[in-house]
Each structure stands twice: as C-alpha cells, then as structure tokens.
C-alpha cells in the first residue's frame, strides 16, 4: 500500500511569488492535514480538510490556503512568499473524521525555500 | 490551549542500554490521545506509540514503553535495548479527542545512538 506522497519533494521560489504543493494520501484515507516545520517554531498544524472540506484551520495568515479534491488529493498555496515561509511542509493523511483513535500517517514532506 | 514541552533538546545512549525522554503537556481536557513519534533524517515522521488518557495502563510496542501519568501530565516514552536505528527526533504530541488531525506538538529531542 503506498504512503503518502507529496510533490515536488525540494523548491525555491523567490520572495514575493506564490507556491503550490501536493499531496495525495494513503488509499482510502478521506482526511488529509498539513503541518508547517521550521526550527524556531516547530511543527505548526497548517489546516484539516475532509470531503472537500476545511474542517480546521491552525493560527496562519491567510496568504495560507489549501483545498482538496474528490478523491481526497490535496494542495496548499502560499501567495507573497516570505523568507520566513522558508520550511518543511507536511502532510497527513488519516481515514477521516472517527474517533476510533484515529492515527495520521506523514508524508516526507516538501522542503521550500525562500530567497 | 494545548502546549507540549519536551525540555530535553538532545540525549545521548549507548547501544542496548535503556532511555527514557521525557514529556509534559498543559490541557484542560478530559479526553484525548498521546503520541510519540520518529522523524530520522529522512524527515518522514514515524508513529511509535499512541496512549489514550482514559486508559490507566501504560502502552507498550515491543522496545518502546511509556509512562502516563495523568495527574502530572507527564508522558514519557522508555526506549529498551537502544539500537543505532533509534537514533532520530522524538515528538511527544497531543490530540484532542475530537479535534481528530489536529495535533500539538512538542519541541522534540534527538535521540543519539553510541556504538
């Protein structure tokens, strides 16, 4: 069964342009999350969608943007870049909105870098 | 709000010796879950355990054991017989039990291995 899987894996993109990464999750998974990892904050939860849905945003401006298609794939955007946007970005993918001791699985991520 | 702090940045063990990292959260919830999780250099992040707060006993997976305490709030993972493949960062997270992607994560500990 394959993992989650996020393109592209590295980039660069210069201040001021905008970004959009990928990620297509486990197979049969409806839930898909993205987490922001820098060194001086950490993992940040980024936003949570779920049939189509955003089901839960985390503390970020809203140059932050992400949406996902019916059969679950998602992508984030980040308009303006800034040098601090510069990070691992990740993804999760889960089956969905169950209490079930519900488990997210990570892709590894796509590296951004902002110059 | 959720916080999670792992005060310990670095730890170091020699192989097949035990350690345990430590792990301490801040919530005013009755019910969620309890997490650790890998991340080696591939950046991929690993589930090792998960512990659900109304349990009283202690998750095990094969090497790994924790330590719930959730008076203390306190959730430390013990790692048996060290192996040069534990060598990675720890995440100690926490996920509300209906808030079902998003988790908190702690600042991490890297774990190193010693021949």
């Known amino acids: 069964k394959a993992g989650v899987t996020q393109t592209p894996r590295y980039l660069i993109k210069t201040r001021g342009q905008q970004v959009t990464l990928s990620c297509s999750p486990i197979s049969g998974h409806r839930s898909v999350s993205w987490y922001q990892q820098t060194p001086g904050q950490g993992l940040q939860f980024l936003f949570e969608y779920f049939s189509e849905t955003q089901r839960n945003k985390g503390n970020f401006p809203g140059r932050f943007s992400g949406r996902q298609f019916s059969n679950s794939r998602s992508e984030m955007n980040v308009s303006t870049l800034e040098l601090g946007d510069s990070a691992l970005y990740l993804c999760?993918?889960?089956?969905?909105?169950?209490?079930?001791?519900?488990?997210?699985?990570f892709g590894e991520g796509s590296w951004l870098t902002v110059v | 709000a959720q916080t999670v702090t792992q005060s310990q940045p670095e730890m170091s063990v020699q192989e097949a010796e035990t350690v345990t990292l430590s792990c301490t959260y801040d919530t005013s919830e009755s019910d969620y879950y309890l997490f650790w999780y890998k991340q080696p250099p591939s950046r991929q992040m690993i589930l090792v355990i998960r512990?659900?707060?109304?349990?009283?006993q202690n998750a095990t997976e094969n090497r790994f054991s924790v330590n719930f305490q959730k008076a203390a709030k306190s959730f430390s993972l013990k790692i048996s017989d060290s192996q040069l493949g534990d060598a990675a960062m720890y995440f100690c997270a926490y996920r509300s039990r209906y808030n079902f992607n998003k988790f908190y994560f702690g600042s991490g500990t890297k774990l190193n291995v010693k021949p």
């Open positions: 999760a993918s889960s089956l969905g909105m169950t209490d079930s001791g519900n488990t997210i699985y």
């Open positions: 512990q659900e707060a109304y349990k009283q």
